[in-house]
Structures are given as structure tokens and as C-alpha cells.
């Protein structure tokens, strides 16, 4: 019998070197995530805090497909190398910022290099690593991910407070030039390059679709009635770039995402559980710190560490997960507990208000990153494990787009709820207190930040408090909704057994 293979010294610099790019794809996001309201209030209001977010991850999702496919094609270290230079001047840019357009475009930028960071890292790690040994790689994650997801929102407070928001961009320089440093010399990869065309007709439809998909969720309901032309036209694109991206790829010679992947009844499962999982904890994490902020009454750095045990939460179920899962081969059961938390976990928030206390508003937030954990931890090893070799980089990139595309429109979606439950929480709460709609002008004019509510009057702040926290109850009822179909896609997942060795000499060798 076959001993289990074993990672060497070297192999573990390589690992450290590419969880070091992921991690500034977290980074960037819970750093950000914590300021943007100031941010959002100093360029120009909280009427385009949507659009810092979103443009961000329509880039990342619009370039993860092609990220993937490029590095099966012309070699992973490279193309992971060359996402992180572009993520790095993105973020320069940005910092640089003079307006709220040009942080949304520069916002674009950086979203176009994390398109490669997350997939480059999870593909070159899939041919190095078996899915079974995976768990091992979880003590190099356990390294990272509690800097990003507890340090994360802590540092992005103190920075905002302490220097300013630009430096929530710059912090990532330093980060990347140390990853670009140690990938460059610490990952060695022998790949046969392929001589193909890049599927660029299949690119081109694929964004058009995410990027018209967004606007509908975004202007639903809000800029435009559901019924009008400029939405129900925005649908029917979609709807055709779609259709016509699945004929194209089908088509292909080299498909950005290959059609024989969906084949895998597992991995299309892990697909849309990463899309639902993704809609929740992107939408939960980016509303939360308003929350925080203009009801609770903290400043962004606290707003940051009353966060803390969402990210506890969801560090301690992944590393769980990983462990759990190499000890035995065995992880139906781990998608299925996360949608159960999960859906637990949204139904907790939606007992936010203004009446709930700092303390139990922050501890409230643990189930959902448990919920979350488990399923991130889970659906990443289920496709890895149902895609073969020469289709690692596409399927990393397929799990990250549907996780990105389901963090954008979750946002958007939800976005759109939170905006039109709090101006109408804000309008009950005035119209209880006898005060006019005209009290509200901070809101309409996009001047709004948490630091003008100590200026307000009681009345008025206590009616945007509500309106604020009515807002957030529709943005976790809407989670509730998304767990919920999360918990009941898991259910028909199938028990497969992990693959055991690394891809052959032949395809790709360290």
C-alpha cells in the first residue's frame, strides 16, 4: 500500500509565497470594506458606495475566467505574477484618487489584476497539492487568513482614523512586492504550453452579461422601475450575451470555461453554492459596517474589531473543514452543516436594531461566518477534486467567478433592498417624530457619513439610526433567502473520493 504523499521544506515556501497573493485579494477587501463610508462621504457621498464595491468585483469577475484559462495556457507563475503588478498600480491609483469617478475606475483596475490572484493561487496550489493532502496546506492558510480576516478590518479602521483612507490602498504595495519576491523565486513549475487562441468572443460575451446583470440588480426597483424599458432592456441583454457565451464556448477551441467541466454533477453544485455563499457573505459583510457605524455609534476602527467574530467564525470552520476533510476523504456532510448555520446565521441578523446592544450585535455575527466557512472550505475542494489537470486553472477560475459574480450581484441585489427599506425607515421615523422630508436633505444630497450624525439633531439622527437599521433587516432577509437555497443545493451533493496524487510528470512538475 501506498504511503500518502508528502509536501517538502520547499514546497512550503512556494505555498507561503501564493497565499501571500490571496491574501491581498482578502486584504484589500476587508480593509476597504471598513472604510468606505468615510471614504464613500469624502468623495462624494454614500449614494455611490455601491459602485466602489461593484465596480471592483465586475472587473474581478469579468477577468478570473480569462486569468485561468491564460495560465493553462501560456504558464500559471507567470500570468499569477503578472495579476499581482497590475492589482498593485490599481491600488497606487487609487489611493491617488482626486474624485469619486476616478476611484471607481481605478477601483477597476485593481479589479481586473485580482481576477488573477485568487485563481492563479488556487490553480498553481492544485497541481502541487492533491485535494486530499489539502489540509495540510490549511496550517500555511492558518498564517494568512487570521492577518486578513481579523487584522483586515482592524487596520483599515486604524488607518482611516490614524493617517487616512488612501492608505488603505497603499498598505497593499509592500504586501505584493513581498509576494512577487517569493513566488518569483520560490515556485517552480514545468508546463507544457499549449498552442491555442485565447477565447476572446467567449470574454467579451461573458462580461457583457455579468456587467448588464449587475446594472439590472443595481437599478431595479431604485434608478428605474422593474418594468421599464431601460432594465427590461438590460435583462434581455443578458439573457442573449449568455445563450450566446454558452454556444460560443461550446464551440471553442480552448473555452474560457470548458463545458465538459459542468459534466461533474459535484462540481456544478460547488458552483452554485459558491454563488450563493459568495451573495451572503459579500452583501452581510459590506452593509454590516454601516450598521455598525451610524447605529451603533462606533468609529471605523471599532466598527472593524465588532467584526472580529464574523471573521473568527469563519477562519475557525475553514480550518476545521480542511482538517477534518484530510483526516477522512469524507465532505458531504460539510456543505450541508454550512447551509444550516448560515441560514441560522442571516435569521440572527435580522434581529438587528436600534434597541440591540453593541455587544450582542457583534456576537451575532459569528454564526454567519461559521455557515460561510464551511461552505467556502467545502465547495473549493469539490471542484478541485471533480476537474482534471489540464483544466485546473479554468475550474479555479469557474469556483472564484460564480463566488465573485454571486459578491457582486449579492451586493447590488441586496443593495438596492437596503437603500429602499432605510429611506423608507427613514421616512416613517420622521414622519412619527413630526418632522419633514426636508430633514432629511443629508441623505438626498449624498452628504450623509457617519461623522455629520454627531451635527444632527436627536430626532433627527435617532430616524436615521432607524432608517439605517431597517435597511440592514432587508439585506438579511434577503441572506436568509440565498442560505436557504444554499442549504438545499448542498443536499444533493454526492460522496466522491478525494483524488490522492498530483497531477503526472508529464502535464506539470515542480
Known sequence: MMSRPVMNRSLYVGVFGLMLGMFLAMLDGLIVGTALPTIAGGLGGLSHLSWVVTAYLLAMAATTPLWGKLGDLYGRKGMFMTSIAIF????????????????????????????????????IIGVLVPPRES????SMVGVMMPVAFIGGPLLGGLLTDQLSWRWTFYVNVPVGAVALLVVGFGVRLRSERAKARIDYPGAVLLTAAIVALTLVASWGGVTYAWTSPMVVGLGAVAAACLAAFVVTERRAEEPIIPPRLFRDRNFTLAQVLSFLSGAVMMAVTSYLPLYMQFVQGVTPSAGGMLLLPLMFGMLAAQLATGRLISRD???????????????AGALALTRLDVSTGTT????????????TGLLMQSTMLLTLNSAEPRDMGAASGTVTLMRTIGGSLGIALLGAVYTGRMEA??????????????AAGHLTSGELTPEAMPAMSGALREAVRAGVSSGMQGVAAGAVVLAALAFAAAWLVREVPLREKTPSPQKTTV
Open 135 to 138: 489540509g495540510r496546506v490549511q
Open 360 to 371: 450582542l450585535a457583534s456576537g451575532l455575527t459569528v454564526i454567519a461566518g461559521v455557515g
Open 329 to 343: 476523504g469524507r465532505y458531504r456532510r460539510y456543505p450541508i452543516l454550512g447551509g444550516a448555520v448560515l441560514v
Open 88 to 123: 498593485l498600480a490599481g491600488s497606487m491609483l487609487a489611493g491617488l484618487s482626486g474624485d469619486i469617478g476616478q476611484l471607481i475606475a481605478f477601483r477597476a483596475l485593481q479589479g481586473l489584476g485580482a481576477g488573477g490572484l485568487m485563481v492563479g493561487a488556487l490553480s
Open 425 to 438: 425607515g427613514l421616512a416613517s421615523a420622521l414622519a412619527s417624530q413630526g418632522l419633514g422630508s426636508g
